[in-house]
């Protein structure tokens, strides 16, 4: 008697468990930068395009059918992307976040790069049949249109359409959960645009969103194209020093009902943690691109993130980021997308939260005992297994520096205390040479004595 009713109670707390935390997955897709003129007969020195027949030298090497790596992405390059996600996990995607750049800088009219734009539409559309594709903008991409909403008219509801229509954010409500997602248009972040009304507006608009998701125990995902902070490459800022403050003020305010934030932009793997008073509190990822080259004269490998997350909470278990070696895939004519490695087990982590993430950010400061093995998998991450250029001190502590301060004018402190040290370890070693030279003279005269 006692057997069978622990064995039901049992049964129930298990059953309980495992309808209460559904796993979903989500893809996590950005950065395309579709080059519709993108040939192998290309010039690297022509952003990878025929040359005119008369200008050109003839001594430029062959370019790969799939891509390469000083280029924006071929239409071949990005077809075996989306053939990639098709037969992979197709049943349990609840949705795809799309964070911009969609094509190639210095494409075309805008007619034509709209007609570029339809046409990768199209591609998501069949890639997603059943699925909705939550599209954010990015800094090569139109300004918000009647046109364009009309293109993704059918991914959006009419709620979250108007708002897009004028100011290219939107949120959606995810029907059978407590997770709202909630799409910004960052583009409104930057010098240019960072005083006006549309981003003015969005703030507004972002605020109320928020108080009511709060209101409502909702959990949120921000999406959007650039994150806060710097560029860890070179002093580049993509937002305005305002701009970058208040979203920070804002994440920290709300940093209970953020359940992540996802951003593209970079065309590289990295993260962001967002502390308050010296407490981590919520955290952004950044995937990397589609596209293999990266401003001015880097280059990774394409990438495609798939999100495992609790439906019903949000919360991110993990991710599995897939990649396609360029360079082989050109040399054996085929593009074998493959798995690049899984969040947790890669990072030795027990899960995707800020403190996770803080403590991730401590193993790769320079001087941590882990330093060496953590910064290596971090560093090989970050160009999607694509072996760039050395990475020394200074360039890795400006890697630290980027990940955890995100205020602009800390970024530059930290970036400028590590220069300095640096500078005062180079003095420290260049005079020891005299002294310890001094030392063995002082001793040899003493002996000799
Ligand atoms: C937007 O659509 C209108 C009507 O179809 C068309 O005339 C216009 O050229 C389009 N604009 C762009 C930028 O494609
Ligand atoms: C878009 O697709 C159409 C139909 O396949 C094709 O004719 C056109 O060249 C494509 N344009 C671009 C910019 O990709
Ligand atoms: C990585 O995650 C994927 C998706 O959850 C899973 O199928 C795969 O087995 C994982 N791989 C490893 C090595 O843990
Ligand atoms: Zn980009």
Redesign the pocket.
């Given at each position: 008697m006692k057997t069978a009713h622990l064995v039901l109670t049992l049964t129930c707390v298990i059953s309980f468990t495992c309808t209460h935390a559904k796993i979903g997955y989500f893809w996590h897709i950005t950065d395309f930068h579709?080059d519709?003129l993108y040939t192998s007969q290309g010039d690297t020195r022509r952003h990878c395009r025929r040359a005119d027949e008369r200008g050109s030298s003839g001594h430029h090497r062959a370019l790969g059918r799939f891509g390469d790596y000083s280029c924006d992405s071929s239409?071949e390059l990005i077809e075996s992307a989306a053939r990639h996600m098709r037969t992979r996990h197709s049943e349990n995607v609840e949705f795809v976040l799309w964070t911009g750049d969609i094509i190639a800088s210095r494409y075309?009219s805008d007619e034509?790069r709209f007609?570029?734009i339809?046409?990768m539409t199209?591609l998501m559309g069949r890639t997603f049949s059943s699925h909705f594709v939550f599209p954010v903008l990015g800094h090569l991409d139109p300004a918000p249109s009647e046109n364009l909403t009309n293109l993704w008219g059918h991914w959006l509801p009419l709620e979250a359409l108007q708002t897009f229509k004028i100011g290219g954010y939107y949120t959606i409500e995810q029907s059978h959960s407590k997770l709202r997602i909630v799409a910004l248009n960052t583009n409104l972040f930057s010098v240019r645009e960072s005083n006006g009304g549309p981003a003015q507006a969005q703030w507004d608009w972002l605020n109320a969103v928020l108080e009511k998701a709060a209101s409502h125990s909702e959990m949120v995902y921000i999406v959007g194209h650039a994150a806060p902070g710097s560029d860890s490459r070179h002093a580049y800022d993509a937002h305005a020093t305002g701009a970058n403050a208040q979203y920070l003020r804002t994440v920290r305010r709300h940093a209970r009902i953020i359940a992540g934030q996802f951003f593209g932009h970079l065309h590289a793997d990295t993260f962001r943690v967002i502390y308050d008073n010296d407490r981590p509190v919520s955290w952004a990822l950044l995937a990397p691109s589609v596209s293999p080259h990266r401003e001015p004269a880097s280059a990774s490998n394409p990438g495609l993130r798939l999100y495992k997350f609790d439906t019903n909470t949000g919360k991110v278990l993990d991710y599995t980021q897939y990649y396609l070696d360029l360079a082989a895939a050109n040399r054996g004519g085929a593009a074998e997308w493959t798995t690049e490695y899984n969040l947790t087990q890669y990072y030795g982590l027990h899960e995707v939260s800020a403190d996770a993430l803080h403590n991730l950010a401590d193993k790769l400061r320079i001087g941590s005992p882990h330093e060496t093995m953590a910064f290596n998998k971090y560093i090989r991450a970050y160009s999607v297994k694509h072996d760039s250029s050395e990475c020394d001190g200074a360039c890795a502590h400006q890697h630290f520096c980027a990940i955890t301060c995100l205020e602009l004018a800390a970024y530059r402190q930290c970036v400028e205390a590590a220069a300095s040290a640096l500078a005062a370890a180079k003095r420290a070693a260049s005079l020891e040479t005299p002294i310890a030279v001094l030392l063995v003279m002082v001793i040899s005269v003493l002996t000799l004595l």
């Open positions: 579709y519709p239409l075309g034509e007609q570029a339809r046409n199209d």
